[in-house]
């Protein structure tokens, strides 16, 4: 009978200590009752890759050199997918130069590797253009530009003569100090100030990746494939402009 007693007060509490059971495990098939996190997209696959020793580019001589072993016609996105991470970028909401931020979520973004420095914007003027420049020392760089997409191969020189009026440059309008560089003897090259931006410009990195993860495909298709050739390749880090330089104040 006492056999009998535990055996009913057993089979009364099977059910309750199952469902403490899945409630603490989950269901069988391994969901549980909390939503899962959406997930990232990122890493992506790589469409446009560097052959090897030339993704990280430190001279604009080096950066003509990656664009043409890229497939033709090159875009600015597929430039980006296929530099070597990790990534060092600033991004900025100065609407000064030539490549004007449009808000935070599309601003000038640097990039950085040694003394060469490329800048890009997501969206609105100057966005089909890859801005570069080449640090000399005295606060002075060599500027240069590229316009996307490169339909062929280009010669050294084509960064270069993209800037060149003959007396100076298209970058001397904002920059000044503008010199020849004597260096160069393939091209006509000019050097200039550096600039830096404004206090309270500087967009975080974590709001910019948040904003190309969110980023609509479908309503900004342009603006959603240069932020993912940024970010969803491999590790991006925070770099910064020299503070030492002069400041960049819009007209």
Known sequence: MLGSTKRRRARRWAPIACAVVLACTGAEDGTDDEPDEPESRWPLPRS???????????????????VNALPK?????????????PLSIYASTSVGGAQPASGPESPRIFLFRGDLTMSVVPRGFGHDRLELSHAIGDRLSIKAELTFPVQQVLPASAPYDEVDLGEGSTCGVCHGSETQVESIDFATAWASDVYQDEDGLAVSLAFLRQNALDCDHEAEP?????????????EVGAGDLPRDSIICRAF
Request: some cysteine.
């Open 48 to 66: 446009c890759e560097a052959p090897a020793g030339l993704g990280s580019p430190a001279s604009i001589e080096q950066v003509v050199e990656l």
């Open 222 to 234: 342009e603006r959603c494939e240069m932020l993912d050739a940024l970010f969803g390749h491999g």
């Open 73 to 85: 016609p090159t875009s600015l996105p597929c430039l980006l997918e296929s530099l070597d991470r």
